[in-house]
Protein backbone atom coordinates (compact mmCIF):
# COMPACT_ATOMS: atom_id res chain seq x y z
CA UNK A 1 0.00 0.00 0.00
CA UNK A 2 1.98 2.87 -1.02
CA UNK A 3 -0.88 5.24 -0.48
CA UNK A 4 0.69 9.14 -0.92
CA UNK A 5 4.16 9.11 -2.05
CA UNK A 6 6.48 12.41 -2.01
CA UNK A 7 9.00 13.57 -3.66
CA UNK A 8 11.91 14.06 -2.56
CA UNK A 9 12.41 13.39 1.21
CA UNK A 10 14.91 16.15 1.70
CA UNK A 11 16.16 19.13 -0.44
CA UNK A 12 18.55 22.04 -0.16
CA UNK A 13 17.77 24.76 -2.37
CA UNK A 14 20.20 28.11 -3.05
CA UNK A 15 18.32 31.37 -2.79
CA UNK A 16 16.72 32.38 -6.22
CA UNK A 17 16.35 28.73 -7.24
CA UNK A 18 13.24 26.59 -8.60
CA UNK A 19 12.37 23.18 -7.70
CA UNK A 20 9.22 21.05 -8.01
CA UNK A 21 7.81 18.73 -5.39
CA UNK A 22 6.24 16.00 -6.31
CA UNK A 23 3.05 14.18 -4.81
CA UNK A 24 1.69 10.88 -5.77
CA UNK A 25 -1.61 9.31 -4.67
CA UNK A 26 -3.00 5.89 -5.40
CA UNK A 27 -6.48 6.00 -3.43
CA UNK A 28 -8.05 7.01 -6.01
CA UNK A 29 -9.13 10.46 -3.83
CA UNK A 30 -10.55 13.49 -5.26
CA UNK A 31 -9.28 16.07 -3.44
CA UNK A 32 -5.14 16.78 -2.38
CA UNK A 33 -3.86 19.46 -0.52
CA UNK A 34 -0.30 21.13 0.24
CA UNK A 35 1.10 22.35 3.53
CA UNK A 36 3.82 23.46 5.12
CA UNK A 37 4.74 23.14 8.67
CA UNK A 38 7.37 25.10 10.55
CA UNK A 39 7.86 24.69 14.32
CA UNK A 40 4.64 25.91 16.61
CA UNK A 41 2.77 26.96 13.69
CA UNK A 42 0.72 23.81 12.90
CA UNK A 43 -0.24 22.94 8.98
CA UNK A 44 -0.54 25.67 6.78
CA UNK A 45 -2.80 25.30 3.67
CA UNK A 46 -0.33 26.42 0.90
CA UNK A 47 -2.75 25.26 -2.17
CA UNK A 48 -5.18 22.52 -2.81
CA UNK A 49 -7.61 20.61 -5.28
CA UNK A 50 -11.00 19.84 -4.50
CA UNK A 51 -11.24 17.86 -7.65
CA UNK A 52 -8.98 17.24 -11.28
CA UNK A 53 -9.32 20.34 -12.88
CA UNK A 54 -9.34 22.76 -10.15
CA UNK A 55 -7.34 24.48 -8.23
CA UNK A 56 -7.51 27.00 -4.45
CA UNK A 57 -5.27 29.39 -2.94
CA UNK A 58 -4.94 28.25 0.91
CA UNK A 59 -3.70 30.78 3.43
CA UNK A 60 -0.17 30.44 2.47
CA UNK A 61 -0.18 30.65 -1.25
CA UNK A 62 2.24 33.45 -1.83
CA UNK A 63 5.28 32.16 -3.91
CA UNK A 64 3.99 29.27 -4.80
CA UNK A 65 2.26 27.51 -7.66
CA UNK A 66 0.47 24.40 -8.12
CA UNK A 67 -0.43 21.94 -10.88
CA UNK A 68 -3.19 19.07 -10.78
CA UNK A 69 -1.39 16.82 -13.40
CA UNK A 70 -4.44 14.47 -13.45
CA UNK A 71 -6.04 12.43 -10.49
CA UNK A 72 -3.26 10.96 -8.89
CA UNK A 73 -1.08 13.70 -9.02
CA UNK A 74 -0.49 17.34 -7.58
CA UNK A 75 2.98 18.95 -7.79
CA UNK A 76 4.07 22.47 -5.85
CA UNK A 77 6.64 24.33 -7.29
CA UNK A 78 8.83 27.09 -6.17
CA UNK A 79 9.87 29.57 -8.72
CA UNK A 80 12.65 31.13 -6.83
CA UNK A 81 13.13 29.91 -3.74
CA UNK A 82 13.41 32.34 -0.29
CA UNK A 83 14.77 31.36 3.01
CA UNK A 84 11.26 31.97 4.42
CA UNK A 85 10.37 28.91 2.59
CA UNK A 86 12.80 26.48 4.83
CA UNK A 87 9.90 24.26 6.14
CA UNK A 88 8.85 20.65 5.92
CA UNK A 89 5.96 20.47 3.32
CA UNK A 90 3.22 17.65 3.22
CA UNK A 91 0.87 16.54 0.74
CA UNK A 92 -2.56 14.73 1.31
CA UNK A 93 -5.39 13.35 0.05
CA UNK A 94 -8.98 12.59 0.83
CA UNK A 95 -12.62 11.99 -0.89
CA UNK A 96 -15.41 13.99 0.24
CA UNK A 97 -15.49 14.70 3.83
CA UNK A 98 -13.43 11.75 5.16
CA UNK A 99 -10.26 12.06 6.87
CA UNK A 100 -7.00 12.91 4.97
CA UNK A 101 -4.10 10.84 4.50
CA UNK A 102 -0.57 12.17 4.73
CA UNK A 103 2.65 11.78 2.67
CA UNK A 104 5.78 11.16 4.60
CA UNK A 105 6.92 14.81 4.12
CA UNK A 106 9.70 16.80 1.99
CA UNK A 107 11.83 18.38 4.48
CA UNK A 108 13.03 21.47 2.27
CA UNK A 109 15.92 24.08 3.46
CA UNK A 110 16.64 26.90 1.67
CA UNK A 111 19.90 29.06 2.07
CA UNK B 1 -9.51 35.40 14.23
CA UNK B 2 -7.77 32.14 12.68
CA UNK B 3 -10.11 29.51 10.97
CA UNK B 4 -8.83 26.80 13.72
CA UNK B 5 -8.09 27.63 16.72
CA UNK B 6 -6.11 25.81 19.17
CA UNK B 7 -4.64 27.86 22.12
CA UNK B 8 -3.84 26.01 24.62
CA UNK B 9 -0.24 25.94 25.72
CA UNK B 10 2.18 22.28 26.32
CA UNK B 11 -0.03 20.35 28.30
CA UNK B 12 1.64 17.60 30.81
CA UNK B 13 -0.13 15.09 32.54
CA UNK B 14 0.93 11.94 34.70
CA UNK B 15 0.61 8.78 33.30
CA UNK B 16 -2.68 6.96 33.88
CA UNK B 17 -4.43 11.14 34.28
CA UNK B 18 -6.68 12.26 31.24
CA UNK B 19 -5.36 14.81 29.01
CA UNK B 20 -7.71 17.35 27.60
CA UNK B 21 -7.46 19.21 24.65
CA UNK B 22 -10.01 21.92 23.10
CA UNK B 23 -10.44 23.65 19.68
CA UNK B 24 -12.67 26.36 18.16
CA UNK B 25 -13.14 27.12 14.63
CA UNK B 26 -14.80 30.45 12.91
CA UNK B 27 -16.89 28.90 10.08
CA UNK B 28 -20.55 28.02 10.73
CA UNK B 29 -19.98 26.09 7.83
CA UNK B 30 -17.81 23.55 8.56
CA UNK B 31 -18.87 19.74 8.38
CA UNK B 32 -16.19 17.63 9.54
CA UNK B 33 -13.83 17.52 12.19
CA UNK B 34 -10.90 15.72 12.97
CA UNK B 35 -8.26 14.79 15.38
CA UNK B 36 -4.84 13.86 14.27
CA UNK B 37 -1.22 13.08 16.02
CA UNK B 38 1.82 13.79 15.27
CA UNK B 39 4.98 12.38 16.58
CA UNK B 40 8.09 14.22 16.11
CA UNK B 41 9.37 13.93 12.57
CA UNK B 42 6.90 11.59 11.63
CA UNK B 43 3.43 12.52 9.26
CA UNK B 44 0.28 13.31 11.04
CA UNK B 45 -2.02 10.47 11.85
CA UNK B 46 -5.92 10.31 12.22
CA UNK B 47 -6.96 9.94 15.64
CA UNK B 48 -10.39 10.67 15.70
CA UNK B 49 -12.92 11.55 12.93
CA UNK B 50 -16.68 13.68 14.15
CA UNK B 51 -19.78 14.95 11.87
CA UNK B 52 -22.46 15.63 14.38
CA UNK B 53 -23.14 16.85 17.60
CA UNK B 54 -22.21 15.25 20.69
CA UNK B 55 -19.49 12.36 22.05
CA UNK B 56 -17.35 9.70 19.78
CA UNK B 57 -15.78 7.30 21.90
CA UNK B 58 -12.63 5.18 20.16
CA UNK B 59 -11.12 3.27 22.99
CA UNK B 60 -9.52 5.58 24.86
CA UNK B 61 -10.00 8.59 23.22
CA UNK B 62 -13.27 10.86 23.22
CA UNK B 63 -13.88 13.31 20.79
CA UNK B 64 -16.83 15.89 21.60
CA UNK B 65 -18.49 18.58 18.98
CA UNK B 66 -20.72 21.48 19.29
CA UNK B 67 -21.64 23.14 16.26
CA UNK B 68 -23.91 25.72 18.39
CA UNK B 69 -20.79 27.09 20.25
CA UNK B 70 -18.14 26.12 17.55
CA UNK B 71 -16.21 23.76 19.50
CA UNK B 72 -14.16 20.35 19.28
CA UNK B 73 -12.18 18.50 21.71
CA UNK B 74 -10.63 15.36 22.78
CA UNK B 75 -9.79 13.43 25.75
CA UNK B 76 -7.34 10.85 26.31
CA UNK B 77 -8.51 8.79 29.23
CA UNK B 78 -5.48 6.88 30.47
CA UNK B 79 -2.51 8.66 28.87
CA UNK B 80 0.37 6.52 28.40
CA UNK B 81 3.71 7.69 27.21
CA UNK B 82 3.28 6.63 23.83
CA UNK B 83 0.49 9.16 23.74
CA UNK B 84 3.12 11.93 24.19
CA UNK B 85 2.97 14.24 20.68
CA UNK B 86 1.26 17.14 18.94
CA UNK B 87 -2.34 16.75 18.41
CA UNK B 88 -3.58 18.55 16.12
CA UNK B 89 -7.41 19.83 15.22
CA UNK B 90 -8.53 19.51 11.64
CA UNK B 91 -12.30 21.45 10.36
CA UNK B 92 -13.01 20.33 6.66
CA UNK B 93 -15.69 22.02 4.35
CA UNK B 94 -17.96 20.34 2.24
CA UNK B 95 -18.94 22.87 -0.39
CA UNK B 96 -15.15 23.35 -1.62
CA UNK B 97 -13.16 20.49 0.16
CA UNK B 98 -11.05 23.01 1.85
CA UNK B 99 -9.41 21.33 5.19
CA UNK B 100 -7.69 23.74 7.91
CA UNK B 101 -5.53 22.54 11.03
CA UNK B 102 -4.71 24.46 13.95
CA UNK B 103 -1.53 25.14 15.34
CA UNK B 104 -1.53 21.73 17.70
CA UNK B 105 -1.20 20.98 20.81
CA UNK B 106 1.65 19.40 22.37
CA UNK B 107 0.86 16.81 25.19
CA UNK B 108 4.22 14.95 27.38
CA UNK B 109 2.78 12.18 29.79
CA UNK B 110 5.26 12.17 32.61
CA UNK B 111 5.61 8.41 33.88
Known amino acids: NAGVTQTPKFQVLKTGQSMTLQCAQD?????MYWYRQDPGMGLRLIYY???????DKGEVPNGYNVSRLNKREFSLRLESAAPSQTSVYFC??????????FGQGTRLTVV | QKEVEQNSGPLSVPEGAIASLNCTYS??????FFWYRQYSGKSPELIMS????GDKEDGRFTAQLNKASQYVSLLIRDSQPSDSATYLC???????????FGKGNQVVVIP
Open chain 1, 92 to 101: ASRTGGAEAF
Open chain 1, 27 to 31: MNHNS
Open chain 1, 49 to 55: SASEGTT
Open chain 2, 27 to 32: DRGSQS
Open chain 2, 50 to 53: IYSN
Open chain 2, 90 to 100: AVGYYGNNRLA
